[in-house]
């Protein structure tokens, strides 16, 4: 069964941190590119961060480099993002994705990744 389940989403002032976590089915965490995408009504998902399996590399929207980190536990099939001085335009609903298409990971395309988590929301206040 193909699971994902977000959670560490919140309120938080600007330059504050969350620590978001994805807890992944086995199935669908080994051997796939983790990644994280954000979106806010009217506009397209955007990439914000993906993680190569095996911790391998990892990659970076312009907008979070710097700020932003993801990591992974693999004995927990479970991805992080770390976000660190947030701003009031990181304010979105974050979901959790995985994709076989390891080659295609930093590319952060939406369409590269096929199981993704129901979101949980970031609201980041001036």
């Known amino acids: 069964q193909v699971q994902l389940v977000e959670s560490g989403g919140g309120s938080v002032q600007a330059g504050g941190s969350l620590r978001l976590s994805c807890v992944a089915s086995?199935?669908?965490?080994?051997?796939?590119?983790m990644a994280w995408f954000r979106q806010t009504p009217g506009k397209e998902r955007e990439g914000v961060a993906s993680?190569?399996?095996?911790?391998?590399?990892?990659n970076y929207a312009d907008s979070v480099k710097g700020r932003f980190t993801i990591s992974q536990d693999n004995a927990k099939n479970t991805v992080f993002l770390l976000m660190s001085n947030l701003k009031p335009e990181d304010t979105a609903m974050y979901y959790c994705?995985?994709?076989?298409?390891?080659?295609?990971?930093?590319?952060?395309?939406?369409?590269?990744?096929?199981?993704w988590g129901q979101g949980t929301q970031v609201t980041v206040s001036a």
């Open positions: 993680i190569q399996p095996g911790g391998g590399s990892s």
């Open positions: 086995a199935n669908t965490y080994l051997g796939s590119c």
């Open positions: 994705a995985a994709s076989r298409r390891v080659p295609s990971c930093g590319r952060l395309q939406d369409l590269d990744f096929t199981y």
